[in-house]
Structure formats: C-alpha cells, structure tokens
C-alpha cells in the first residue's frame, strides 16, 4: 500500500495551494499532513477521520487550511489559503487503519500513523 503527495511548488506569500495525496487502496480510515521546515522537527498540520466528520487542525493553520478526502478517488486534500513565508517545508500524507474518531492530542501524534508519503516541497516566497 502507497501513498503518494503532489501539489507542492512555489507560490507568493498569499498565494494558495491544494495538496493531494492518493492511496493505492482505499483501506486507512484516518489521514493526516504533516510538514517539516530545514533544520526544524516534522510538525502535525492537519487530520480527517474515515467519515471526513471529524478534523483537526495545528493552531498554525487554522481558518487557512481545509483537509478534505474523497472515497471514490482514494484521495485526501489540503488546500492551503493565505500562504505564509512561515509555511515553507516538506509536507508529508501520513495513514493509518483506525476506522473511529480519534482524540485530537492523539491524532497530532506521528506515531499514530503507519504510513507516510514521500512528501511534497511547498515553498512560499515573501
């Protein structure tokens, strides 16, 4: 099972982007994105349970961001709105196989997810 991440490049500092990322199967029930800055630590941005019901966003992104999945296409999205200089890093499709809602310290964690994508460079220009 792969998961695969498009949709980076460079835009100007409020600009937008919708990133995507396509499961061979349609078999994780939660998703989230992450991203990593050079030189910092990989961040949690945002997590959508199976139903899409259920998301949770970094305070960082909030109210700029929207994570979305679609079924039929084994995708996830996250558009991104406002871009900031700030938001400048690798981000990452990560999955697992937890059908349920998940608490939101919980889902914010790396270590809840089994599989990772091989990232996408998202860079934001001042």
């Known amino acids: 099972v792969q998961l695969q991440a498009s949709g980076g490049g460079l835009v100007q500092a409020g600009g937008s982007l919708r990133l995507s990322c396509v499961a061979s199967?349609?078999?994780?029930?939660?998703y989230a994105w992450f991203r990593q800055a050079p030189g910092k630590e990989r961040e949690f941005v945002a997590s959508i349970n199976w139903t899409g019901q259920t998301v949770h966003y970094a305070d960082s992104v909030k109210g700029r961001s929207t994570i979305s999945r679609d079924h039929a296409k084994n995708t996830v999205y996250l558009q991104m709105l406002s871009l900031k200089p700030e938001d400048t890093a690798v981000y990452y499709c990560?999955?697992?196989?937890?059908?349920?809602?998940?608490?939101?310290?919980?889902?914010?964690?790396?270590?809840?997810?089994?599989?990772w994508g091989q990232g996408t460079l998202v860079t934001v220009s001042s």
């Open positions: 990560a999955a697992n196989s937890v059908f349920g809602d998940s608490a939101s310290d919980i889902s914010r964690r790396a270590t809840w997810y089994d599989y």
């Open positions: 199967e349609d078999t994780f029930g939660t």
